[in-house]
């Protein structure tokens, strides 16, 4: 119907304007982080030690003396063409570094991202039939405490019972994806593991929870009362419902995968993201921190505004009046 | 008994129960009842919440919740016994041989299915493989329920429709499959005047094309009276009461069923109202002129060039279907809402009441914080003697004692409630009030009460009050004067006698026509 | 009935923590950063209850102290997450419009840096400390909160209570404050204690990465962080602030869960 697709179209529209005004935003916050620091950027970079030729030199380098909105503009454009500049501390381009450590952090938040869907969602379906009986209390209780564990501690009793009691794994077999991507994924399993199981327990309370609300809604006696079967009524009504707020939940918990794969890294010694942000940071390194930070702040911005073009594909009411 | 008639449902010494939340024991909500719904006949099982129809009927059906336990009894359904049959041919017989329909037509359909594909599904489940014949049969049952579109309809999304319309969709995939039995549990109580006369009136043919029998659950005698053959009355899991319509609500046997007529409705000749007497040359005391008013992003107008006029000391009747506006008229005379146009008053506060007893007081503060904020709100220097005077001068004008001021409003019964909110209103000496559907929410006692109440306040301190209503009794017993409104603009507007003898729109004529064949002619 | 167990149960966790908290203030058995080169690494034993680190101090201090940061950098970091997010939220929801777009559109951009990246660039930025900890955090969490606050000030605001003090004249600020924030606690006290044990989560990450509270002082994050070399040898060193500090994260999950239940099904509106 074509006033259908025209109020689709001025969803995506509106969609897409929020995203690049989020966009906006975002970079201007990342700018402004690394631009109102106490004192001066190149002197504290350079240390105290340095001799104000030194620091004046290395202000003209970065750019320090242009008035803030030309600075601004100008670093924008770089971060949306890929050339942030060089990395302080290293010499060579933030790009190429961010590049080279990419591998090992999308490869975790990917495998974890998998593993949060493959094992929540089964679960909660379970769990959410008969709400109260043994498979749900132990799911349940298994999910509160999980969820209370911090991601680094639960690295470090993984690698104890990996190593140890297993004998499977041992720390720092990093494999880069073009070696072996098969040793690659092997050696980023038990990170992703560490990072997915809090993920897990979340995700897991709120699906069951969404589906339980939609097992009580009205329709499902509707339809209870034109004779379908109960695993109809799940799969071709309670499912397609509950998957609207699921993937909401979906969203949240990619960010925060990404954040958690920060800690995760350090833990298992893998080289990393994280790793090279914890190093940007203790360096002062400014130009590749303002890179990835925000790179990855683009990476959630994107991820969620598809998760709101999901929901809106998902559920009419949202993008139809 | 008549023996004339075949029985297309015979219950017999049905008893179900509940298991016991706090002790063992079962509690029962249905006890030992037995009667039978004759082939073809529209039988009404009525009752309050708690007496037990709804678990009748949805034993019928085989719907009952999980926790419910049938101890004994038997249902027969043409000849078989439902309580002993396969669980999945029982299954089968929903939407087949028994269809149902329930109340709330709002959260009854899958919102993310389009309605032909909701509709579809059932003849899918039951058995029919070819999808162009499907379709047909569909855009059949939806021009039988009315919809004089029915392509239009397949393909729209329930939160598309109006509530009527949904209604229809669902009276359409009950009568889909053309079952013997259709049940309907309350389908019109969440549904305005108009749209409930309409929905009987399909159920009514569509019955009697598609020979169906059916049995009409409802708390509402009046939706009843013109629609059921028999009645049944149920209280407390046990039936008091079992007659034809017309005996039954001309001459009930037991004091039950007449306790439950005399309340089913508000009929204000029995309280003895007397109001201000008003004299219309003189000038109104508030003047709106050409009011429009529209939500923030649509381009559609909810009120269109208005005009009105508030004469002192009357009380102004404000009657319409649902969806004309009324309510958004008072929100805009109040300033609540954005508007183009003018409004001039000679000068003091305008009032309100709303409808709704639950939310018209702040749940987290005592009947004193209440009173107390619009004096605050007003900045009257008050001492706070003075203040402490004024609010229990309010509280006896409604009618409460001053031990009400520490109380929470989840201590308060409905009509309570509503005396505080018009206290709240009354604290600030008025000179209109605008009462939005003040006692539709309450139950008859209440609503009296309040309706007492508020002739009291128009006729001792000569407040004008501006009533909206969908109760045209009310309005023709207080009113001198009374305006229609349609979609957003006044149709009809004058001396109540006047316009509700003669009605010229087509908006007041479908009112008064629901309000005569659901109440009947009451003068 | 159910909420019952999850208060019990959060509150015996909890107990714990307050106890451990106190006896920080109070009664600790040694100076926890106090070194001793003849009691390296000495597994738990009487003079030493839950042993010593591999300077020699003593690990039950140390715990306490710990727990000591820990509640007051997650109560400081939520008092000022809900001062923001109710001062955001309440405008948002309430006057809608513009104002409500900006004010989202300002949440959402802050929501689009991981939690822990946000902290991580203001400690980058201002330096590693507790207070700057604390702050970070608060700006992490307050966009939800925000967010709760917004979503019950809209459904809040037709109700007719607050009609009536609009039309009676009482001021925004006052209704946003007097008339609606009351009405916010069901939704905003499980979310607040929720949010006590995420930044809990956070802030132990955090210290783990060595960018939280600075040593010598104690940190529950850089003690496990530490204890790292020491695995297999002295588990000591991992499993007591491992236990504490999943205690107190624990405690405050079932609690909010036992709020979550009882204010749900017994509240008012």
Request: charged share 15%; with cysteine; proline share 5%.
């Amino acid at each position: 119907m074509s006033q259908n697709s025209r109020q689709n179209l001025r969803y995506a529209i509106a969609k897409l304007i929020e995203l690049l005004a989020t966009l906006l935003l975002v970079s201007f916050f990342t700018f402004a982080a690394f631009s109102i620091i106490p004192g001066d950027a190149a002197q504290i970079m350079l240390g105290p030690d340095a001799s104000p030729s030194q620091v004046e030199a290395l202000r003209m380098q970065l750019g320090l003396d242009r008035p803030v909105v030309l600075q601004y503009l100008s670093w924008l454009g770089g971060a949306l063409t890929g050339n942030l500049g060089n990395s302080v501390a290293y010499h060579v381009p933030v790009i190429s570094l961010i590049t080279q450590r990419l591998p090992v952090t999308l490869g975790m938040s990917v495998m974890a991202l998998c593993l949060v869907i493959v094992i929540s969602y089964p679960l909660a379906v379970i769990s959410a039939r008969r709400p109260g009986h043994i498979p749900d209390q132990i799911f349940s209780v298994l999910g509160h405490v999980l969820f209370a564990v911090p991601p680094f501690i639960l690295s470090l009793l993984l690698i104890v019972f990996a190593s140890k009691v297993l004998g499977i794994f041992t720390l720092g077999n990093y494999v880069g994806p073009e070696v072996n991507f098969g040793a690659y994924a092997a050696s980023l399993f038990l990170p992703s593991v560490a990072i997915a199981l809090p993920k897990i327990a979340m995700t897991f309370k709120f699906m069951r929870s969404a589906i339980i609300e939609q097992n009580a809604s009205d329709y499902v006696r509707t339809s209870k009362s034109h004779g379908l079967s109960d695993l109809r009524i799940l799969f071709r009504h309670v499912l397609p419902n509950s998957n609207v707020s699921s993937a909401t939940i979906i969203s949240l918990v990619l960010s925060d995968i990404l954040g958690g794969s920060i800690i995760v890294e350090q833990v298992f010694n893998l080289p990393g993201l994280g790793r090279l942000l914890l190093a940007a940071i203790s360096r002062r390194d400014f130009p590749l921190l303002s890179g990835m930070v925000f790179y990855l702040a683009l990476i959630t911005v994107i991820l969620y505004f598809l998760a709101d073009i999901c929901a809106g594909l998902m559920d009419p009411r949202i993008r139809l009046k | 008994m008549n023996t004339r008639h075949t029985h297309l449902v015979k219950v017999h010494d049905l008893s179900i129960a509940f298991p016991g939340v706090r002790n063992p024991d079962p509690v029962p909500v249905v006890k030992n009842i037995e009667f039978g719904i004759r082939d073809g006949e529209i039988l009404g099982l009525i009752g309050n919440s708690g007496s037990g129809k709804t678990m009748t009927a949805m034993a019928i059906a085989g719907l009952l919740p999980d926790s419910a336990r049938i101890i004994s009894g038997r249902i027969s359904f043409a000849g078989e016994n439902l309580l002993t049959m396969n669980r999945r041919r029982r299954r089968m017989m929903l939407g087949s041989d028994i269809g149902v329909i329930f109340q709330e037509p709002s959260t009854a359909l899958d919102p993310l299915c389009k309605v032909g594909k909701s509709l579809d599904e059932i003849l899918e489940c039951h058995g029919n493989k070819d999808r162009a014949d499907r379709r047909a049969k569909i855009l059949a049952i939806l021009s039988m329920v009315g919809f004089t579109d029915p392509e239009d309809i397949y393909i729209r999304y329930p939160h598309q429709l109006s509530g009527g319309q949904r209604q229809r969709v669902l009276i359409a995939g009950a009568a889909l499959l053309s079952p013997k039995l259709l049940i309907c549990d309350e389908p019109t109580s969440s549904l305005d005047t108009v749209t409930t006369v309409a929905i009987l009136a399909l159920l009514k043919d569509i019955c009697h094309r598609l020979h169906m029998t059916v049995l009409f659950i409802s708390h509402d005698l009046s939706a009843v009276r013109n629609f059921c053959d028999r009645v049944i009355v149920m209280r407390g899991g046990e039936i008091v009461d079992r007659d034809s319509a017309e005996e039954m609500l001309s001459h009930p046997h037991s004091g039950y069923t007449a306790e439950l007529l005399t309340n089913a409705r508000l009929d204000p000749r029995t309280l003895g109202l007397t109001r201000a007497s008003v004299d219309y040359s003189s000038s109104p005391i508030l003047t709106a002129r050409h009011l429009a008013a529209r939500y923030d992003n649509s381009a559609k107008t909810v009120l269109s060039d208005i005009n009105l006029d508030i004469y002192p000391h009357e009380i102004l009747g404000l009657i319409g279907s649902s969806g004309c506006g009324k309510t958004t008229l008072s929100k805009t005379v109040l300033g609540l809402i954005p508007h183009t146009g003018s409004i001039t008053c000679t000068g003091g506060r305008i009032g309100a009441v709303f409808q709704d007893p639950v939310s018209c007081l702040n749940p987290a503060h005592s009947v004193m914080w209440h009173l107390k904020e619009p004096l605050i709100a007003a900045r009257k220097r008050m001492s706070s003697r003075d203040m402490k005077i004024r609010i229990e001068k309010a509280l006896t004008d409604v009618g409460l004692g001053s031990e009400y001021l520490t109380r929470l409003p989840s201590a308060l019964s409905g009509g309570q409630r509503q005396r505080v909110a018009i206290a709240m209103c009354l604290i600030l000496e008025p000179f209109v009030i605008m009462a939005d559907e003040p006692f539709s929410s309450l139950d008859a006692s209440s609503a009296s009460e309040i309706l007492k109440l508020l002739t009291r306040i128009n006729r001792e301190k000569g407040t004008s009050i501006v009533l909206i209503t969908h109760n045209i009794h009310i309005v023709r017993q207080i009113c001198p004067r009374v305006i229609v409104m349609d979609r957003g603009s006044v149709c009809e507007e004058g001396l109540t006698s006047e316009v509700l003898q003669n009605p010229q729109s087509e908006a007041l004529c479908n009112l008064l026509n629901a309000e005569r064949r659901l109440h009947g002619d009451n003068h | 009935m159910r909420s019952r167990a999850f208060y019990i149960t959060g509150g015996i966790l909890l107990g714990i923590c307050v106890t451990a908290f106190i006896m920080s203030l109070v009664c600790l058995p040694y100076d926890p950063n106090a070194t001793d080169a003849s009691a390296k690494l000495v597994a738990p034993c009487a003079s030493h209850i839950f042993g010593t680190d591999n300077f020699g101090r003593d690990v039950f201090s140390r715990v306490l102290s710990a727990s000591k940061y820990t509640i007051f950098i997650s109560f400081a970091g939520i008092a000022i997450a809900l001062v923001l997010g109710v001062a955001t939220g309440l405008p948002a929801g309430y006057f809608g419009g513009f104002t409500d777009k900006s004010i989202m559109l300002f949440n959402n951009s802050i929501m689009c840096f991981p939690g822990i990246l946000l902290a991580l660039v203001a400690v980058a930025v201002f330096g590693a400390s507790m207070f700057n900890v604390i702050w970070a955090l608060g700006l992490v969490f307050a966009p939800t909160f925000a967010r709760v606050c917004r979503a019950g000030t809209m459904e809040i605001k037709e109700r007719g209570y607050i009609l009536h003090a609009r039309v009676t004249g009482v001021k925004p600020v006052r209704i946003m404050a007097a008339h609606i924030l009351p009405n916010l606690l069901p939704q905003l006290l499980p979310a607040t204690v929720i949010g006590l044990a995420n930044m809990t989560l956070f802030e132990s990450g955090m210290s783990y990465l060595g960018l939280g509270v600075q040593p010598p002082d104690a940190s529950f994050g850089k003690m496990l962080a530490d204890s790292q070399s020491y695995l297999m040898t002295s588990p000591w060193l991992l499993v007591f602030p491992s236990l504490m500090l999943i205690f107190y994260i624990l405690g405050l999950y079932f609690l909010s869960e036992g709020l979550r239940v009882s204010l749900s099904s017994g509240g008012a509106m």
